[in-house]
């Protein structure tokens, strides 16, 4: 790690893959340089077929404090022609476990449309059925498909706040999730320069409803573009948001600690309160 990240007190990822490599390959050093960044939870996403079952191992062998491990579990847009009534089952049983916190990553991709859009729409709905079943959250990918995800949860209100992860969406997307309660997640994207609508939406989220993420290995933030993500470097991000915002990076990573806790209905961590973000 050539440049290492700013040490951010109660920073939270709240979206990994941790089993890709090379995370996978070295757990413990991954999160060691997690820890020393001041990370203290991760979201590991299972989010397909193949990988839900090994996410919860994952999450129950990682309970914490170094860091602490949870799991969100369900089948990617990509493939949501394999979500089907054998895959409701094992995900609804899977999230017994206390670790899973979250169903998907669920949601719409027209972008590269590796499932025929019918078909997204349809996995998606059901996802939001079994998060409402489950009494958790939905963390939802929505790409260059805004209106029409919209419109399936305008359908079908979820009971809890959901999470739009990596959002890639203009400002005026982003007011229509948070009109509808959901928690906007900001990954390495919003570092570009280029990105202008997340770095507009990063500016106006309010205070509590925002939340940053790696999506570890992809889309590692400025300085580390080009290189595979990890956790610790959740905190370029977050540093990178703040300064848009103009905020102590310090002030914003305990704020989206408690966001976090919110969102995923987590105990907040030692030494935070909710008056954190109580004006928001």
């Not at 941790?18 to 999160?31: E, G, N, S, W």
């Not at 999230?95 to 349809?122: F, K, N, T, W």
């Not at 703040?242 to 969102?263: F, K, N």
Request: glycine share 6%.
């Amino acid at each position: 790690m050539s440049t290492p990240p700013p040490h951010l007190p109660h920073l939270v990822d709240t979206h990994a893959h941790l089993d890709y490599a090379p995370m996978i390959d070295d757990l413990p050093a991954t999160f060691a340089r997690a820890v020393a960044a001041g990370v203290e939870r991760i979201i590991h996403i299972g989010c397909s077929r193949r990988s839900v079952r090994a996410a919860v191992a994952l999450a129950e062998a990682y309970p914490g404090p170094d860091p602490e491990v949870y799991a969100a579990i369900g089948v990617h847009p990509h493939e949501a022609d394999t979500f089907d009534d054998a895959a409701y089952a094992e995900i609804a049983a899977l999230a017994r476990s206390p670790r899973v916190v979250a169903i998907g990553e669920s949601g719409l991709d027209y972008h590269y449309d590796r499932s025929p859009r019918d078909v997204q729409r349809g996995a998606m709905a059901r996802h939001l059925q079994l998060a409402a079943q489950l009494a958790r959250p939905i963390v939802l990918h929505i790409r260059d498909a805004h209106q029409d995800a919209l419109a399936i949860v305008d359908a079908d209100p979820p009971a809890l706040p959901g999470i739009i992860h990596c959002f890639t969406g203009t400002a005026d997307e982003a007011r229509a999730w948070l009109d509808r309660g959901f928690f906007l997640s900001f990954s390495g994207i919003a570092t570009f320069p280029s990105a202008t609508g997340p770095r507009e939406a990063a500016r106006i989220c309010p205070r509590g409803r925002l939340l940053v993420e790696t999506d570890a290995p992809y889309l590692a933030p400025v300085p580390m573009r080009g290189r595979k993500n990890e956790p610790a470097y959740v905190a370029f991000t977050c540093a990178q948001i703040a300064a848009l915002r103009g905020q102590d990076p310090r002030e914003l990573a305990c704020e989206v600690a408690v966001a976090a806790a919110s969102a995923f209905r987590l105990p907040l961590p030692p030494g935070l309160s909710a008056e954190i973000v109580a004006d928001s």
